[in-house]
């Protein structure tokens, strides 16, 4: 298998740490996404859709978007339950973490790593952050009572998430204020097989 | 079952659309969400993330995001295949649908219908057009080599993509320009069992 990512990026980071939890091989193309290379017309051939991360399951078989390839990767291991009830609280993370978090909590950390910010782009930094605020909330007020995302146990659920909760701050969050995520992330730091998502901690 | 949903919702009618189709009966409980009753102490018990639709499987048991749901619902059904690859493919489009195409198709469509747009809104409303004519780019790209999204048949990745789609002139749309995508659209139409929005098409 080879995946095209760029390693500043937690959607990509969320199928390395998986791929190491599996212990699965795979080839490793840095795609630099801020010289464009997601628009080059070679890459739109792997995804029409410009962006990482992007998995080869084969040579030619191309699969886009990181929580379907968590999902696929995870099928038949512990870190995909078997359970209907199980897979659909999963899922429904995961499309949580793709249309109320990530939006807002990547997006303001890659704007402030790598954009000038003008009044019109400041203004919606801080749409975006009160959105992820509430985002974080939501967390919070399912951590008050679980230990985890699904089932009681440590998913892929959790990995989409962890990916960009870890480094929140990095886009003006203040995690201080979410206990209960808090102690989230370190048991996600404790599962067996974990790896640091290394540009973004360096 | 229950749906808790709102009947001008894309997001709701792709439930709809899927229970029609696999001939389940619900109860529909409207949830009027321009009047706050989504984020009412009440229905945060449901989903405390404050969204319709949501959908109470068993008493007590719920579960929201529609595309979660859709996969919920669908398991052992023709609409979401068995085939490893062919239900990465479903994810991988339900994913882009809630990642790339439903904030910047659905969002401009709800802004046109039921708020004023100030300056600083106007130019948040283009900036999402031009994001959503991209997102139906990649679709009109995918539909010029294969007749549905996954697998060559019709599943729960064409009801997610189909529901805001088929109504995105309300959203500022010419899909006079995505000839493969009214095509498809036709297709859609024309399955068993297949409900059109009422109170979009009205």
């Not at 029409?48 to 078989?61: D, F, M, Q, T």
């Not at 003006?172 to 540009?199: N, S, T």
């Amino acid at each position: 298998m080879r995946l095209y990512d760029y390693s500043d990026s937690g959607n990509g980071y969320k199928i390395r740490l998986l791929m190491a939890q599996l212990g699965q091989n795979y080839d490793y193309v840095e795609v630099d996404i801020l010289k464009g290379e997601s628009r080059t017309a070679d890459f739109l051939k792997r995804n029409p859709n410009g962006r990482v991360p992007c998995l080869e399951a084969e040579p030619g078989k191309f699969l886009a978007e990181s929580n379907a390839i968590l999902c696929y990767l995870a099928e038949d291991s512990k870190y995909l339950p078997q359970d209907k009830w199980q897979r659909a609280q999963v899922l429904q993370w995961m499309f949580f973490e793709q249309y109320s978090h990530e939006p807002n909590i990547a997006t303001p950390r890659f704007w402030l790593r790598h954009t000038e910010l003008d009044s019109h782009k400041q203004a919606m930094l801080e749409a975006k952050q009160e959105l992820g605020r509430a985002a974080l909330g939501v967390m919070e007020t399912h951590l008050s009572e679980h230990a985890f995302f699904a089932g009681e146990a440590y998913t892929v659920a959790d990995i989409a998430l962890y990916a960009y909760t870890h480094v929140a701050h990095q886009g003006g969050f203040d995690l201080g204020a979410y206990p209960q995520v808090q102690a989230w992330l370190k048991r996600v730091r404790e599962q067996p097989g974990h790896i640091p998502m290394a540009a973004a901690e360096a």
